[in-house]
């Protein structure tokens, strides 16, 4: 039953739940003067419908690109010396929006909490919020994985990018794949344009507006164990789970400033909150 105030209730003004103004900002100047003098010392090619590990130094740079075709990325991040300390999409998702961009932060699991990278450009920044309510750079949704695609489906795909991570990792580790499976966590959508319908609130995604030359670049708060997947999804303007999709390498780059460039500096401290004795 409908009350006779729904119209006002349902009028109501929205309120920001975590206003982030009160959050610790990064020094952005001090990152982009520190960017100058950066040398790259490490690239990883990403191949397509595969996932590969990398490692960034704190206070190192890390840049992902399209430098074959536009192409959508799931990362993973953890704390390279601990990896229970990794990337918490839900409540950057919280904190931030939707969508990252150039300025906001990853931020970590409990009861750390605290920014692990900071997105420092991103270029595709204009792309804004489009007619549909879709954005680029998502933490919404999760990231393709074998057993939604079988509940949908009943097939068995292999090359998800949970797969596909979880292998990256166990290689890294030298691990088999159920103990890599448990560190895989929800992703940072890399040039992926989603959103929710405004008719149904369903998850939706649409032709990535990345192209050739794109990147979207991060500062390494801490040290960082990172794992990219080339999603087969491709540029996922059609599907994903499947080799249907056009599908292109990513391309990671990792750059060393000078440490003088970064003096003063620190890694961000984990979470001050204590419990009750
Ligand atoms: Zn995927």
């Known amino acids: 039953m409908k009350p ?22 990064p020094d ?18 990403i191949p397509p419908r595969e996932a590969r590990t990398f490692r960034v130094p704190a206070g190192h740079f890390f840049r992902i690109s399209c430098q074959h075709g536009s192409q959508v990325g799931d990362l993973n991040l953890w704390n390279a010396n601990d990896l229970s300390e990794r990337f918490y999409s839900g409540k950057t998702r919280a904190l931030h929006g939707t969508h990252l961009t150039s300025g906001e932060r ?19 920044d204009w792309y804004g919020i489009d007619a549909f309510g879709g954005a680029v750079h998502d933490v919404i ?53 989603t959103g929710f319908t405004r008719d149904t609130g369903q998850y939706f995604m649409k032709a990535s507006p990345a192209r ?25 303007s059609a599907e994903h789970s499947s080799d249907v999709a056009a599908c292109y390498p990513l391309t990671v780059e990792v ?8 003096e003063g500096w620190q890694p961000p401290v984990v979470n001050g909150y204590r419990q009750p004795d």
């Open 255 to 262: 750059f060393a400033p000078t440490p003088e460039a970064l």
């Open 106 to 124: 990853m931020w970590s699991s409990h009861p750390h909490l605290r920014p692990m990278a900071t997105i420092v450009a991103d270029t595709l």
């Open 212 to 236: 050739v030359g794109d990147y979207l670049e991060f500062f390494a708060e801490i040290d960082l164990l990172g794992a990219l997947s080339a999603c087969p999804g491709g540029d996922c």
């Open 141 to 193: 949704g999760t990231r393709c994985d074998p057993y939604t695609h079988h509940l949908l489906t009943g097939d068995h795909y292999h090359h998800c990018c949970h797969s596909n991570l979880t292998n990256a990792l166990a290689t890294e580790l030298g691990v088999g794949f159920a103990e890599a499976e448990a560190h895989v966590h929800d992703v940072l959508n890399v040039f992926m344009c």
């Open 28 to 45: 952005l100047m001090l990152y982009h003067a520190a960017r100058e003098t950066a040398r790259l010392t490490d690239t990883i090619l």
């Open 4 to 25: 006779d105030d729904a119209d006002q209730r349902r009028a109501v003004a929205p309120v920001i739940c975590y206003p982030t103004e009160g959050l610790p900002q």
